[in-house]
Protein backbone atom coordinates (compact mmCIF):
# COMPACT_ATOMS: atom_id res chain seq x y z
CA UNK A 1 0.00 0.00 0.00
CA UNK A 2 3.27 1.82 0.57
CA UNK A 3 3.52 3.17 -2.66
CA UNK A 4 0.29 3.27 -3.65
CA UNK A 5 -0.22 6.38 -1.01
CA UNK A 6 3.13 7.93 -2.48
CA UNK A 7 1.46 8.04 -5.91
CA UNK A 8 -1.60 9.28 -4.92
CA UNK A 9 0.74 12.43 -2.76
CA UNK A 10 2.87 12.47 -5.92
CA UNK A 11 -0.16 13.64 -8.12
CA UNK A 12 -1.82 15.86 -5.34
CA UNK A 13 1.54 17.67 -5.33
CA UNK A 14 1.72 17.99 -8.85
CA UNK A 15 -1.93 19.25 -9.14
CA UNK A 16 -1.36 21.91 -6.41
CA UNK A 17 2.10 22.86 -7.19
CA UNK A 18 0.45 24.26 -10.79
CA UNK A 19 -2.05 26.07 -8.33
CA UNK A 20 0.52 27.79 -6.04
CA UNK A 21 2.35 29.45 -8.59
CA UNK A 22 -1.11 30.73 -10.04
CA UNK A 23 -2.23 31.98 -6.51
CA UNK A 24 0.81 33.68 -5.73
CA UNK A 25 1.17 35.32 -9.35
CA UNK A 26 -2.24 36.27 -8.58
CA UNK A 27 -1.75 38.23 -5.73
CA UNK A 28 1.59 39.69 -7.21
CA UNK A 29 -0.64 41.01 -10.13
CA UNK A 30 -3.45 42.40 -7.74
CA UNK A 31 -0.24 44.13 -5.93
CA UNK A 32 1.83 45.47 -8.76
CA UNK A 33 -0.72 45.73 -11.45
CA UNK A 34 2.24 44.57 -13.77
CA UNK A 35 2.45 41.40 -15.51
CA UNK A 36 5.89 42.14 -16.38
CA UNK A 37 6.76 42.33 -12.81
CA UNK A 38 4.23 39.54 -11.54
CA UNK A 39 6.59 37.14 -13.87
CA UNK A 40 9.78 38.33 -12.82
CA UNK A 41 8.99 38.30 -9.40
CA UNK A 42 7.56 34.78 -10.07
CA UNK A 43 11.06 34.02 -11.47
CA UNK A 44 12.93 35.44 -8.54
CA UNK A 45 10.70 33.45 -5.89
CA UNK A 46 11.05 29.46 -7.87
CA UNK A 47 15.14 30.62 -8.88
CA UNK A 48 16.19 28.13 -6.73
CA UNK A 49 14.24 25.42 -7.58
CA UNK A 50 14.32 26.17 -11.39
CA UNK A 51 18.28 26.17 -11.10
CA UNK A 52 18.25 22.57 -9.36
CA UNK A 53 15.11 21.50 -12.41
CA UNK A 54 17.42 22.59 -15.03
CA UNK A 55 20.92 21.64 -13.75
CA UNK A 56 19.30 18.06 -13.07
CA UNK A 57 18.30 17.86 -16.75
CA UNK A 58 21.60 18.72 -17.94
CA UNK A 59 23.67 16.46 -15.85
CA UNK A 60 21.57 13.80 -16.30
CA UNK A 61 22.08 14.39 -20.14
CA UNK A 62 25.49 14.22 -19.75
CA UNK A 63 25.85 11.62 -17.60
CA UNK A 64 24.07 9.39 -20.62
CA UNK A 65 26.07 11.20 -23.15
CA UNK A 66 23.41 13.06 -25.05
CA UNK A 67 24.21 16.74 -26.07
CA UNK A 68 23.39 19.69 -23.72
CA UNK A 69 23.60 22.91 -25.49
CA UNK A 70 21.85 26.46 -23.55
CA UNK A 71 20.73 26.54 -20.58
CA UNK A 72 18.24 29.49 -19.61
CA UNK A 73 16.67 30.88 -17.05
CA UNK A 74 14.81 33.66 -18.22
CA UNK A 75 10.85 33.28 -17.85
CA UNK A 76 9.34 33.11 -21.19
CA UNK A 77 5.11 33.40 -21.95
CA UNK A 78 3.36 29.99 -23.58
CA UNK A 79 0.24 30.93 -23.60
CA UNK A 80 -1.68 31.84 -20.60
CA UNK A 81 1.26 30.12 -18.99
CA UNK A 82 4.97 30.98 -17.71
CA UNK A 83 8.23 28.83 -18.30
CA UNK A 84 10.63 29.81 -15.78
CA UNK A 85 13.83 28.14 -17.44
CA UNK A 86 14.31 25.46 -20.07
CA UNK A 87 17.80 23.62 -21.59
CA UNK A 88 18.59 22.36 -24.59
CA UNK A 89 18.97 18.21 -24.84
CA UNK A 90 19.36 17.01 -28.12
CA UNK A 91 16.83 13.94 -29.05
CA UNK A 92 17.85 10.66 -28.12
CA UNK A 93 15.78 6.79 -27.59
CA UNK A 94 13.00 6.75 -25.56
CA UNK A 95 14.52 5.06 -22.73
CA UNK A 96 17.55 7.93 -22.45
CA UNK A 97 14.80 10.53 -23.11
CA UNK A 98 12.84 9.10 -20.22
CA UNK A 99 15.61 9.32 -17.78
CA UNK A 100 16.20 12.96 -18.46
CA UNK A 101 13.07 13.90 -18.16
CA UNK A 102 12.74 12.28 -15.06
CA UNK A 103 16.04 13.70 -13.80
CA UNK A 104 14.46 16.66 -11.73
CA UNK A 105 12.22 14.68 -9.45
CA UNK A 106 14.48 11.78 -9.03
CA UNK A 107 16.77 14.54 -7.87
CA UNK A 108 14.64 16.15 -5.91
CA UNK A 109 14.15 13.45 -3.60
CA UNK A 110 17.44 13.12 -3.30
CA UNK A 111 18.14 16.17 -2.07
CA UNK A 112 14.95 16.62 0.27
CA UNK A 113 16.00 13.38 1.73
CA UNK A 114 19.98 14.65 1.90
CA UNK A 115 18.22 17.82 3.74
CA UNK A 116 16.19 15.44 6.61
CA UNK A 117 19.21 13.59 6.69
CA UNK A 118 21.63 16.81 7.87
CA UNK A 119 19.12 18.11 9.96
CA UNK A 120 18.69 14.65 12.11
CA UNK A 121 22.71 13.69 11.37
CA UNK A 122 23.07 17.31 13.39
CA UNK A 123 20.13 17.32 15.18
CA UNK A 124 19.30 21.23 13.58
CA UNK A 125 16.06 22.60 15.57
CA UNK A 126 15.13 26.42 16.28
CA UNK A 127 12.49 28.47 14.40
CA UNK A 128 14.73 29.79 11.42
CA UNK A 129 16.33 26.60 10.70
CA UNK A 130 12.75 25.25 10.21
CA UNK A 131 12.02 28.18 8.16
CA UNK A 132 14.66 27.36 5.82
CA UNK A 133 13.57 23.58 5.75
CA UNK A 134 10.22 24.83 5.33
CA UNK A 135 11.48 26.87 2.46
CA UNK A 136 14.14 24.20 0.70
CA UNK A 137 10.42 21.49 0.76
CA UNK A 138 8.79 24.49 -0.84
CA UNK A 139 11.22 25.35 -3.40
CA UNK A 140 12.34 21.70 -4.24
CA UNK A 141 8.67 20.28 -4.23
CA UNK A 142 7.16 22.61 -6.44
CA UNK A 143 10.00 22.48 -9.31
CA UNK A 144 10.66 19.12 -9.72
CA UNK A 145 7.72 17.98 -11.90
CA UNK A 146 8.59 18.10 -15.80
CA UNK A 147 6.83 19.68 -18.41
CA UNK A 148 5.01 17.69 -20.85
CA UNK A 149 7.63 17.89 -23.45
CA UNK A 150 10.27 17.06 -20.72
CA UNK A 151 8.08 13.81 -20.76
CA UNK A 152 7.63 13.33 -24.51
CA UNK A 153 8.28 9.58 -25.15
CA UNK A 154 7.71 8.60 -21.45
CA UNK A 155 3.88 7.13 -23.04
CA UNK A 156 5.53 5.07 -25.42
CA UNK A 157 8.32 3.88 -23.34
CA UNK A 158 5.66 2.71 -20.73
CA UNK A 159 3.37 1.02 -23.07
CA UNK A 160 6.44 -0.93 -24.41
CA UNK A 161 7.64 -1.91 -21.13
CA UNK A 162 4.34 -3.08 -20.22
CA UNK A 163 3.92 -5.22 -23.21
CA UNK A 164 7.21 -7.02 -22.29
CA UNK A 165 6.54 -8.02 -19.14
CA UNK A 166 3.02 -8.96 -20.09
CA UNK A 167 4.90 -11.13 -22.92
CA UNK A 168 7.16 -12.86 -19.94
CA UNK A 169 4.24 -13.32 -17.56
CA UNK A 170 2.54 -14.64 -20.32
CA UNK A 171 5.45 -17.09 -21.50
CA UNK A 172 5.65 -18.71 -17.89
CA UNK A 173 8.31 -16.79 -16.79
CA UNK A 174 7.12 -16.09 -13.54
CA UNK A 175 10.13 -16.71 -11.21
CA UNK A 176 11.26 -12.28 -12.14
CA UNK A 177 8.25 -11.11 -10.87
CA UNK A 178 8.74 -13.50 -7.19
CA UNK A 179 12.31 -12.17 -7.32
CA UNK A 180 11.05 -8.52 -7.96
CA UNK A 181 8.05 -8.57 -5.58
CA UNK A 182 10.22 -8.99 -2.49
CA UNK A 183 12.67 -6.12 -3.52
CA UNK A 184 9.75 -3.75 -3.79
CA UNK A 185 8.84 -4.10 0.06
CA UNK A 186 12.39 -3.30 0.96
CA UNK A 187 11.78 -0.74 -0.33
CA UNK A 188 9.24 0.69 1.65
CA UNK A 189 10.76 2.54 4.29
CA UNK A 190 12.18 5.05 1.08
CA UNK A 191 8.42 5.09 0.01
CA UNK A 192 7.24 6.16 3.80
CA UNK A 193 10.29 8.83 3.76
CA UNK A 194 9.21 10.12 -0.02
CA UNK A 195 5.29 10.19 1.55
CA UNK A 196 6.32 11.87 4.53
CA UNK A 197 8.27 14.93 2.39
CA UNK A 198 5.12 15.38 0.19
CA UNK A 199 2.50 15.19 3.18
CA UNK A 200 5.11 18.32 4.20
CA UNK A 201 4.83 20.35 1.20
CA UNK A 202 1.28 19.49 0.42
CA UNK A 203 0.71 21.51 4.39
CA UNK A 204 2.88 24.03 2.56
CA UNK A 205 1.15 24.64 -0.49
CA UNK A 206 -2.38 24.42 0.98
CA UNK A 207 -1.75 27.42 3.22
CA UNK A 208 -0.05 29.23 0.99
CA UNK A 209 -2.82 28.80 -1.65
CA UNK A 210 -5.16 29.56 0.98
CA UNK A 211 -3.87 32.82 1.96
CA UNK A 212 -3.37 34.12 -1.88
CA UNK A 213 -7.14 33.02 -2.20
CA UNK A 214 -7.55 34.96 0.78
CA UNK A 215 -6.29 38.52 -0.72
CA UNK A 216 -6.96 37.99 -4.03
CA UNK A 217 -10.91 38.57 -5.28
CA UNK A 218 -12.03 35.50 -7.29
CA UNK A 219 -12.82 37.67 -10.71
CA UNK A 220 -9.11 38.72 -10.73
CA UNK A 221 -6.57 37.08 -12.96
Known amino acids: MT ?24 LIFRISGSKKATVGILAFIFLPGTVIHE ?15 EIEFTPTF ?12 AQSDPFRQF ?16 TFALYDKFQISGFWPQVLLFYILFEIGNTMF ?3 RDMEGALELFAAVTLVL ?8 RQIFDAVLPLLK ?19 DVIIIASSRLFTPKNHI
Request: glycine content about 12%; proline content about 2%.
Open 3 to 26: PVVFLFLLLALFILSKKVAQGIGS
Open 55 to 69: FAHAAVAQGLGVYVG
Open 78 to 89: EGDSVKLGSVQV
Open 99 to 114: LIGAAPLIIGFVLIFL
Open 146 to 148: SSK
Open 166 to 173: GFVYLLGF
Open 186 to 204: NLDSVFKMASDSLVKIIII
